[in-house]
């Protein structure tokens, strides 16, 4: 199934319909890489002129989710077997690829990187985490998670978890001030003096934008408070 389109359930019904008797996703998504800034014109440039290319491996790998738990939750498709396809590189892809859906898997990007060997590893890591959790066959792990992706005006937003911010690791770059200044809620205060962050609790949404940018995990989650009702 192609990825370049908004709804991929509608060509997937009509494959079943048609006699399809499983579905493989995601294939390359259109793109253009880049810019040649002295040929002016898009890589790989061949002969002075480029064309619209195929993008895949590991940067494709959320869209490729994305789609296969479209297929994997759509009322018409159930029972459809799902080769999951796009990015997969390491085991615990595998199992992503397989909880939300999949039932079997396909790589490409990622062999022509490192080669066949690469699949024992995912084999290995794949088999410890089933007997980790105690899966006795991969079956029992397809689509697990799919029911857990719920619409995001269902999600519970009743509470909030604040961030914690571990002051005897901060190495005090600043990130985290930066980041929630510039591009959340300006609810950190930077005190200049020992470049500690403090936290403005009653600015702060609970959005752990700080928490993904400081380079040293000093900021973990912290309390949870239910909001007030009005
Ligand atoms: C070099 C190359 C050639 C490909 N050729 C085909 C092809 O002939 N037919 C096809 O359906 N998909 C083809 N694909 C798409 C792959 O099967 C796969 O869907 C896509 O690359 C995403 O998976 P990946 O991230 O593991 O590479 C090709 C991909 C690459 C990188
Ligand atoms: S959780 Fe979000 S709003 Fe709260 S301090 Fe961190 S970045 Fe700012
Ligand atoms: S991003 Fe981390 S290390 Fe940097 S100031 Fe914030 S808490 Fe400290």
Redesign the pocket.
Known sequence: MTPNIGDMSKPAIASIEGGATGLAT???IKSITGIDLDHMTALPVINGKSSVS?Y???A?KPI?LRFIHELASHSQLKNVPISG????ETWEDCIEFILLGSSNL?????I?QYGYRIVEDMISGVSHFMEEKGFDKLEDMVGIAVNNVIPAEDLDRSFVIYPEFDTDACVGCGRCYISCYDGGHQAIKWNEEDRKPELIKDNCVGCHLCGHVCPIQAISMGKLEYKEID
Do not use: E, F, L, P
């Open positions: 995601i294939n390359t195929g895949s491996g590991k494709v490729a396809i796009g990015g997969i396909q790589v490409t990007t990622s022509m």
